[in-house]
């Protein structure tokens, strides 16, 4: 009864006065995370994507030509554009200058309806105010009816009230800020994130000039963006080390009221499916409605040419993923009130413009077929021969099923399981050879660990179809063990690990067996980079002994730096240091205090920040062409680390 009476009490306490109201861009500062994704790198340049937004709206709205981003030194950012320049005047409701609203108030800007703008990729309104708050200090400068304007703020408070700076004979917006460093883990930028971000917007609006700069010392750069043939360059861009089946890039487009789509295609010799979609210049991994409409024509279009032509007969019908092998594409669609699932803006839940997009692809695709027949046979006997391979697919998983009893859950013989069943508990670690295999069988943690021996060359799947991995004896018991399956009948729920570790040796070899893993997960797994499950182990690359005392360096600086510590009291004192030439020298124990134990061992989590840039290296250094491989490696060989010949 005690405790009943107690817990009433509790109860009672619950009033009024523990409800906490987050005044202003408190809310901003005490819950980062909501408004930005996160603190880490992404949400660190997600900070610059914010304002680059606003000025990519003044350009969607026909007043901006020009966009300036620079890092300054100490990682300040400025953000520059030539567009209207924010209103200064008073803004009715608040009372306050409109450029002091859209910096200080959630949900404040001209986009919900006041005529400032019919489309535009900032929906919530929080961009500026939300940079503001995450900002040690931000700055900004108005340009507009012939004077300049300053306003400056220090964490979301004005330090600076609005004031007349002095005359001008242009229009424009210039953010100045610092991220916080109380707010994010790191507030160093890189410049190739942001770049790749800024070429994005820049196909996606022909003709406008996003100019980037790097004015740190010692990584100074600069490059212009700008592309007049808008998402036609941005298909050429995709397919740049791929080769073409047909000689054009494809491009529909067309407008119902204020909604405007426009879609750029074509196909490669590839097996891999690039589509790439974008609402208001708001990049929707996630897709939406308007890759629905265009998925959905697509295999509508294909399949009525070929029966029209006699080249399908009967109901030999090609399906969607036969039909989108080997494509690139990129859809963009412009249009008012666009609903995103949530402030990450995902997917585009608009139902309406997926008939807008179906209907241009279907008029518009069919029209380019009849005009350009070779094109479309080409297009189509890759769809077909896809729709073959995919068959073969089909017969090679059964044949392997039955030989493998998989139907019954019977597990591959190079398989050593762990005992824990919850797959958020459970890791298994793919290593290469069978005497690392037998160390890391010995050393493990059985409750939780697992391993997996894998053994001899890997295929590599960037230049094979389904139907071969299938049959590949060394891809298949990882499929079976991961037991997700691939492709598009990949399934994460069924995944029976969420931490699967690439353990291979510190060499040239090791590298290879890594690279040729990460091809597969990338093309036929790729839920599991973009979820972070994937990671690779870090082995020690030095052993140093000085009398019974042994510890592990897994750099060469470490190396020098631990040997000293071990001469610390005697500088004469003799520190043996030797090289590990692999994981199958290390005995049981040696290979779980340095690479497996979860309280000492480093693990390198594979990310997925670019998956355009990630399919583009794969491309060159798996593929079949040289000579874009060799220019590859003669520019980054400098950045090898710890190469072992």
């Known amino acids: 009864m005690a405790d009943l009476n107690e817990k009433a009490v509790q109860a009672q306490e619950y009033d009024a006065s523990q409800i906490q109201v987050l005044e202003g861009l408190e809310a901003v500062r005490k819950r980062p995370g909501m408004y930005i994704g996160s603190t880490s790198s992404s949400g660190l340049h997600h900070l610059v994507y914010e304002i680059v937004d606003n000025s990519i709206d003044e350009a969607l709205a026909g007043f901006c030509t020009a966009i300036e981003v620079v890092i300054e030194q100490g990682d300040v950012i400025r953000v520059s554009d030539n567009g209207r320049g924010i209103p200064v005047d008073i803004q009715e409701q608040t009372g306050k200058s409109a450029l002091e609203v859209v910096f200080t108030v959630l949900h404040a800007g001209g986009k919900f309806g006041g005529g400032g703008y019919k489309v535009s990729g900032g929906l919530h309104g929080v961009g500026a105010s939300v940079v503001n708050a995450l900002s040690e200090w931000l700055e900004v400068e108005v340009h507009k009816d012939g004077k300049r304007y300053g306003m400056a703020f220090s964490r979301g408070d004005i330090t600076e009230g609005i004031h007349v700076l002095g005359d001008t004979d242009r229009s424009g917006t210039t953010v100045r800020f610092k991220p916080d460093p109380e707010m994010f883990d790191d507030t160093v930028y890189d410049y190739d994130v942001l770049h790749t971000r800024m070429r994005e917007q ?18 100074e750069q600069s490059d212009v963006l700008c592309y007049e043939g808008g998402i036609r360059e941005f298909v050429a861009y995709l397919n740049k080390h791929k080769t073409p089946i047909h ?45 629905t409409g265009f998925k959905t024509a697509l295999t509508r279009v294909i399949n009525a040419y070929g029966q029209k032509n006699n080249i399908i007969k009967g109901d030999d019908k090609v399906s969607g993923e036969d039909v989108r092998e080997g494509i690139a594409a990129v859809i963009s669609v412009k249009l008012p009130e666009a609903q995103f699932e949530g402030q990450t803006k995902q997917k585009l839940g608009n139902a309406y413009i997926r008939t807008l997009v179906d209907a241009i692809v279907s008029e518009q695709l069919a029209t380019y077929f009849e005009e350009h027949p070779q094109a479309a046979k080409a297009v189509l006997e890759k769809a077909m021969m896809a729709n073959r391979a995919r068959e073969a697919a089909r017969k090679a998983r059964e044949s392997v099923r039955r030989k493998t009893g998989l139907e019954s859950g019977q597990m591959p013989d190079k398989l050593q399981d762990c005992n824990e069943r ?19 069988i010995q050393g493990r943690d059985s409750r939780f660990q ?15 179809r389904a139907d071969k991995i299938y049959g590949n004896d060394k891809l298949y018991p990882l499929i079976v063990a991961l037991g997700a399956g691939i492709g598009d009948e990949f399934n994460i729920d069924k995944l029976r690990y969420h931490k699967i570790i690439i353990m291979a040796d510190a060499d040239v070899d090791g590298s290879h067996i890594r ?19 994937v990671y690779s182990a870090v082995p020690p690359l030095y052993k140093l002994t000085r009398g019974k005392t042994q510890k592990v360096a897994y750099s060469d600086e470490e190396r020098d730096k631990i040997s000293s510590e071990m001469r610390a009291d005697n500088p004469n004192a003799k520190v043996d240091i030797s090289r590990f030439k692999g994981l199958g020298e290390m005995d049981p124990h040696e290979l779980w205090e340095t690479t497996m134990d979860p309280e000492t061992r480093s693990l390198r989590r594979i990310t997925l920040n670019d998956a355009i840039q990630a399919d583009q290296v794969f491309t060159v250094l798996m593929g079949e062409e040289v000579e874009p491989r060799r220019e590859w490696i003669e520019q980054n060989a400098r950045y090898v680390v710890n190469l072992d010949i």
């Open 202 to 219: 820049a196909f996606l609006n022909a003709g406008l000039a996003i100019t980037i700069s790097d004015e740190r010392e010692g990584r």
């Open 450 to 464: 697992a391993i997996l021996a894998m053994w001899g060359k890997m295929l590599n799947v960037e230049k094979a």
């Open 247 to 291: 000689e054009d890039v494809i491009y529909l487009s067309g407008a119902k009221g204020d909604a405007v789509a426009e879609i750029a295609l074509q196909y490669n010799d590839g097996y891999n499916e690039t589509l790439v979609s974008f609402a208001n210049d708001i990049h929707t991994p996630e897709g939406g409605m308007h890759e």
């Open 515 to 533: 690279t040729l893993l990460l091809t597969f997960f990338f093309r036929y797994m790729r839920p599991l980079i973009e979820r972070g499950y």
């Open 422 to 440: 919850d797959p958020s508990l459970c890791e298994i670690y793919i290593v290469e050879g069978d005497s690392a295999a037998g160390s890391a």
